[in-house]
């Protein structure tokens, strides 16, 4: 069974990460920059104290009116963060997503992040399983090694 190990292993540890104290602006303009949906929101000492999300962005800032230069990131993030080891196998991480509603999982060591996984690249190492599993019951059923 793949972990999330594996999953960091091929597509990278990269993570990134924004202060409580910045500007909701300035977290947005990073997640337009790199292209992702959510950054995690890390302390001065490197410990996750949250996750902002674009859906954070919309339901907290724009329904209610609030400046995004104004408004600091802690004052809008998911401070409840799910976050899981390396060592937890990609159903684990898809049961977890399902259940609890959320895109975006970060992997710890510690308190630290060392990653995040989104159902997108879980979505995609399921599929990539699947592949494996029915190329497998192929070879078997035709008799071949």
Not at 10 to 34: E, N
């Amino acid at each position: 069974m793949r972990t999330v190990r594996d999953l960091l292993n091929a597509k990278g540890h990269q993570i990134h990460s924004i202060a409580p104290g910045a500007s909701v602006f300035d977290a947005l303009k990073l997640m337009a920059d790199r292209n992702i949906g959510a950054v995690l929101v890390v302390d001065p000492d490197g410990q996750l104290v949250g996750i902002l999300s674009e859906r954070d962005y919309a339901r907290k800032v724009v329904l209610h009116g609030h400046s995004s230069r104004e408004t600091t990131v802690s004052a809008i993030m998911t401070g409840e963060v799910f976050c899981v080891p390396a060592e937890t196998t990609i159903d684990e991480c898809m049961g977890l997503m399902t259940v609890r509603h959320i895109r975006h999982l970060p992997v710890t060591d510690h308190g630290r992040p060392i990653g995040v996984v989104s159902i997108g690249d879980i979505g995609r190492a399921m599929i990539e399983n699947q592949g494996f599993v029915i190329a497998q019951l192929e070879r078997y059923i035709a008799g071949g090694r």
